[in-house]
């Protein structure tokens, strides 16, 4: 007998087999990568079958006038742009028997896939984004994890926090085996706060020690992006696209992330995995937070008007290199403990942004650092110094295109594993700033818009992930691979199956 590929009535390679056909053999085959040889030489792995099932197809049963039976298998079909979808290739065999072998040993294999999770929580905060998180869930995804056979849990949120509260408080975690976000970066915080908060105390670790130890979460995170940035979600996947969410948790993937962690004066504030931003990131959220009712596009309007107001903070800015721990053999450097390699740095910013990440979203597909890693244990500190309107302009425009953002005379990035940002006291700071560049004219007639602003008072907030901090004078720490997302880096571009 044959097994038919379903409308080109393709042979299913190696599988043209007569009499009985034995476990064994099909789970060879399995093994040997369930080869789908078609014309095009498209291979489907065992790891990216989302299920297969028993399907009826009657009316080609009479068009050939035999008695077929059919089953299914749904697969992961890359299109473009990382873009995930549930493809399906049907097959046909006249031996009942047979086909049920088959479907028996593709669902023992996928059973033997034991990163799948088999339970989840599910959190949908209904006003992220366009408001859109309820509706994508019920189309996109839960159809998706129906056909996996993945039992969820779901909770639409009443109010802020409620979905933080929940994981810090009440949910039993060891129903679950991951715990799925339906929002935007937000939300995502919501997420990691009650789960990184839980562990901790679970373990009895206290956060507010800056050198705690944290004990790194088991449960994975999935997001299904709705939000109005939905950068975590697009840095990690290469896309913001819920169905290509919803399969990336499926079949089970794994990435571990950097969480930094935040605090004030030895108390602990938050924790980021994306962007924590003063100066300009910072007054863009703090104005974006009156305009909520326009959704994403407050974020536009906010960062016009940021940009035309042109303000720049001072402060010190003291961090910790990446490559601290390397050293040379002639750096005079004897074997001691406490803080060594820290470098300090005075000065008037306009930005200064830690990226964990690349932060690449729809805004900027490369981020605001392209070449971040996800879980190094570092973070991107990026300084972009007092400079002209255009000259800033030309930086910002340089993250939506392949110029190198950080190739200017005020902008500075270095890898890190902490930092610390003090702003100037206003008795303290001082009257000039030695490092600003001598030619540095401000080429806009805007200057009007500065007449009240006193740059040795100013001060901005920190921007963390999208939420605002209520403290200026901050510790960071990069804590290395704290949690795991259903995810797995952004993949190389394969040859991609064009979308039917
Ligand atoms: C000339 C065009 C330049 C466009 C430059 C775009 C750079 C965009 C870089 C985006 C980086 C996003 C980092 C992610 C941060 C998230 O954790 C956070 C929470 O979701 N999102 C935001 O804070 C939301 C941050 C949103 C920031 C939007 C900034 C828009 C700037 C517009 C400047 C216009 C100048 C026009 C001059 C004529
Ligand atoms: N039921 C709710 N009512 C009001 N606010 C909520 C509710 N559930 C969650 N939130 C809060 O809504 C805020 C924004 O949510 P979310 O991150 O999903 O969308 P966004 O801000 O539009 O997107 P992004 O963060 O990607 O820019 C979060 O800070 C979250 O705490
Ligand atoms: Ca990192």
Redesign the pocket.
């Known amino acids: 007998m044959s097994f038919l590929y379903h409308h080109k009535l393709m042979n299913l390679c190696t599988c043209n087999f007569s009499g009985s056909y034995h476990q064994a053999a099909v789970t060879t085959e399995l093994n040997r990568q369930f080869n789908l040889s078609t014309e095009h030489g498209q291979t489907v792995k065992v790891c990216e079958i989302v299920a297969v099932h028993k399907t009826e197809d009657e009316a080609d049963a009479q068009a050939r006038k035999t008695v077929l039976v059919v089953f299914a298998v749904s697969y992961v079909r890359r299109t473009r742009q990382h873009l995930w979808r549930c493809a399906d290739v049907t097959f046909h065999c006249a031996d009942q028997q047979i086909c049920e072998q088959w479907v028996q040993v593709i669902n023992e294999q996928l059973s033997l896939l034991t990163n799948r999770p088999k339970n989840l929580l599910v959190y949908i ?5 366009k408001r859109r ?1 309820e509706r994508i869930y019920e189309q996109k995804v839960a159809p998706v994890f129906r056909q996996a056979g993945i039992f969820t849990d779901v909770i ?9 509260d929940h994981l810090k408080m009440e949910a039993n975690l060891d129903d679950y085996d991951g715990v799925v976000c339906v ?8 997420i990691l706060h009650g789960l990184v908060t839980r562990i901790q105390t679970d373990h009895g670790v206290d956060q507010n020690q800056p050198d705690a130890e944290l004990v790194p979460c088991s449960l994975r995170i999935g997001i299904i992006p ?6 975590i979600c697009f840095a990690t996947q290469g896309t913001n696209d819920p169905v290509t969410s919803a399969l990336h948790i499926v079949v089970g993937d794994s990435q571990p992330m950097d969480v930094c962690s935040v605090h004030h004066n030895g108390v602990f504030l938050k924790y980021s995995v994306s962007l924590l931003g003063y100066g300009f990131y910072g007054d863009v959220l703090t104005d974006s937070e009156r305009n909520r009712w326009l ?2 596009a407050r ?1 536009d309007l906010s960062g016009f008007k940021t940009f035309l107001s042109h303000n720049y903070y001072g402060g010190t800015v003291s961090f910790l290199p990446a490559d601290d721990n390397v050293g040379h053999p002639r750096d005079k450097l004897q074997c001691r403990s406490g803080d060594r390699g820290w470098n300090v740095i005075h000065g008037k910013f306009i930005a200064i942004n830690s990226a964990s990440m690349s932060c690449a979203c729809p805004r900027s597909p490369k981020g605001l650092s392209p070449s971040a890693h996800l879980a190094d244990g570092t973070t991107d500190l990026i300084l972009v110094r007092k400079c002209s309107r255009l000259d800033f302009f030309r930086h910002l425009l340089r993250h939506t295109n392949n110029d190198d953002q950080f190739d200017h005379w005020f902008v500075e990035v270095h890898r890190v594993r902490k930092f610390r940002f003090e702003p100037w006291h206003p008795d303290l700071a001082p009257l000039e700033d030695a490092s600003e560049h001598p030619e540095s004219p401000d080429l806009s007639p805007i200057s009007s818009l500065q007449e009240t602003y006193d740059d040795r008072t100013a001060e901005s907030s920190w921007n963390c ?3 605002i901090l209520h403290h200026t004078a901050i510790q960071v720490s990069v804590q290395c691979q704290l949690i795991r997302l259903f995810a797995r880096g952004i993949e190389e571009q394969q040859d991609a199956e064009v979308a039917v």
């Open positions: 905060n209904p006003y992220g984004g998180g639409v949120t009443e109010r802020a926090n409620h979905a933080r929002g935007g970066d937000g939300m995502f915080s919501e709705a939000g109005s940035t939905d950068c959704g994403p974020y992930d999208g939420e």
